[in-house]
C-alpha cells in the first residue's frame, strides 16, 4: 500500500515535529508546500529524506482558503499510477486510526474512494460519522480533511 501526504504550511516550526513523526511512519512520500515561513520550517522539512518542499503561491490573491483548495484539488492527480491512497492536510492536521494500513486497505476492497468531513455539519455529527468508520480526530473539526484513493475522484457533498 502507497500512501503519498501534500500538506500546506506558514510558520510551523512549533508542531512541524509532530507532524514528520506521525506521517514519515506509513508515507511513502510527503509533499509539502510553504508560503515563505521565516521561522525555521523551511530549515526543518528540508533536512528530511521523505519531505519534498514546494513553494506555495497564492492563486487567488485575496484568499488563502481558496488557493489551498486550488493546491489540494490539483496535487493529488501527479499521485496517479503511484499511490493507492493520498491524504490532504495541513501541517497540524493528523489523520489518525489504529491501524491505518490494514484499514485502507479493507477500505480499498469495498471500493471506498474517499473520507471527508463535511465543512457544514456540525462537529458532533462529524465525530459520529468519523468514529463510526474508527477514525479519531486529533485536532478540532474546523476544516475539510481529504484522504483519497488514487485514480478516484469521490464526490463530496459542499455547502
Known sequence: ??????????????????????????????????EDSDDGTRDILQTHPKIELRQFIRTVPDSLELSKKAV???CWKEARGSA????LVDIDEHV?????????VAQSK????????AQCRVQAELERVLNSRSWR??????KATAVIRNGIRAVWHRC
Open 72 to 74: 489540494h484539488d490539483h
Open 96 to 104: 489518525y486510526h489504529p491501524n491505518l494500513d490494514a484499514h485502507l
Open 1 to 34: 500500500m502507497h500512501v503519498h501526504v501534500y500538506a500546506v504550511c506558514w510558520n510551523e516550526s512549533r508542531v512541524v515535529g509532530f507532524f514528520l513523526r506521525h506521517y514519515e511512519e506509513f508515507a511513502d512520500r510527503i509533499v509539502v508546500y510553504d
Open 137 to 142: 480526530l486529533t485536532t478540532p473539526v474546523r
Open 84 to 87: 493507492d491512497w493520498v491524504i
Open 110 to 117: 469495498e471500493r471506498v474512494s474517499g473520507h471527508r468531513p
